[in-house]
């Protein structure tokens, strides 16, 4: 969440877990207040949290896959 903040207002953000082995699943969700935000995190990057490079799949909800 505190990476994405710097792109705009957040309204939700969430990490997917293993609910059983209490990992994460490698994917979350963030949802900002304003489409503005959107762009510039599509905009920018390559975006890399935790030593890991992400990829966004979809600019509507800016859903992003690290690998």
């Known amino acids: 969440r505190s990476y994405?903040?710097?792109f705009g207002d957040i309204e939700n953000a969430s990490v997917m877990y293993h609910h059983?082995?209490?990992h994460s699943r490698g994917f979350?969700?963030?949802?900002?207040k304003s489409a503005?935000?959107?762009n510039?995190?599509?905009?920018g990057g390559p975006h890399i949290i935790n030593?890991?490079?992400?990829?966004l799949i979809n600019g509507k909800l800016c859903n992003i896959v690290f690998y």
């Open 4 to 6: 994405f903040s710097a």
């Open 20 to 22: 059983d082995k209490h």
């Open 28 to 32: 979350g969700f963030v949802l900002f």
């Open 36 to 38: 503005s935000s959107i």
């Open 40 to 43: 510039a995190v599509m905009r």
């Open 51 to 55: 030593g890991k490079k992400g990829i």
